[in-house]
T-cell receptor, first 111, second 117 residues
Framework: GENVEQHPSTLSVQEGDSAVIKCTYSDSASNYFPWYKQELGKRPQLIIDIRSNVGEKKDQRIAVTLNKTAKHFSLHITETQPEDSAVYFCAASIIRGKLTFGTGTRLTIIP | DAGVIQSPRHEVTEMGQEVTLRCKPISGHNSLFWYRQTMMRGLELLIYFNNNVPIDDSGMPEDRFSAKMPNASFSTLKIQPSEPRDSAVYFC???????????????FGPGTRLTVL
């Protein structure tokens, strides 16, 4: 089955700086790559996603890039703010509906 | 839209007892997922229903776990008998799954925090 690795496990950045989280996946048939943000004690919430026919997608301060050849995708957050502090999960899907999640990155924004 | 609804939000039980977790998906969504989240294992998919039919239950840990979806607006996850290692947050998620070939956004419920003593 699909295997998703996520790095780093923890990340601290100064407020206003950029943060980058990277994920790799094992199965080249994966075609959907969402990113979820989970605040402490809350549910995971989708922040951005990308499909395999697109190389990059941007939504305000958040962007995701996908390199199908290398089988990796990355989340980029620019101009970080304190409210960006959370755990971020990447995921990949081969089979319709079935997501395999990475192990999460705890992002801390230092004021 | 009320979002995905789960109950109870917290459950504390003793080892050996039966536990039933409940989920109401977003109206109109035809796919429902049960996940378990722990520090050690992260977010794991337990079972996935489409149009009330179980499609993939390969993530269900063992026979003590069972899930049903009797209609489009209700699903249960049952653990019998419960064990301390079942302690986790259990999330239900739903998705519209409008395409036959690709995955749609999954919307998570607030979760049920289960503690088995």
């Amino acid at each position: 089955g699909e295997n998703v690795e996520q790095h780093p496990s923890t990340l601290s950045v100064q407020e206003g700086d950029s943060a980058v989280i990277k994920c790799t996946y094992s199965d080249s048939a994966s075609n959907y790559f969402p990113w979820y943000k989970q605040e402490l004690g809350k549910r995971p919430q989708l922040i951005i996603d990308i499909r395999s026919n697109v190389g990059e997608k941007k939504d305000q301060r958040i962007a995701v890039t996908l390199n199908k050849t290398a089988k990796h995708f990355s989340l980029h957050i620019t101009e970080t703010q304190p409210e960006d502090s959370a755990v971020y999960f990447c995921a990949a899907s081969i089979i319709r509906g079935k997501l395999t999640f990475g192990t999460g990155t705890r992002l801390t924004i230092i004021p | 839209d009320a979002g995905v609804i789960q109950s109870p939000r917290h459950e504390v039980t003793e080892m050996g007892q039966e536990v039933t977790l409940r989920c109401k998906p977003i109206s109109g969504h035809n796919s429902l997922f049960w996940y378990r989240q722990t520090m050690m294992r992260g977010l794991e998919l337990l079972i996935y229903f489409n149009n009330n039919v179980p499609i993939d239950d390969s993530g269900m840990p063992e026979d003590r776990f069972s899930a049903k979806m009797p209609n489009a607006s209700f699903s249960t996850l049952k653990i019998q008998p419960s064990e301390p290692r079942d302690s986790a947050v259990y999330f239900c998620a739903s998705s519209p799954e409008t395409s036959f070939t690709s995955t749609d956004t999954q919307y998570f419920g607030p979760g049920t925090r289960l503690t088995v003593l």
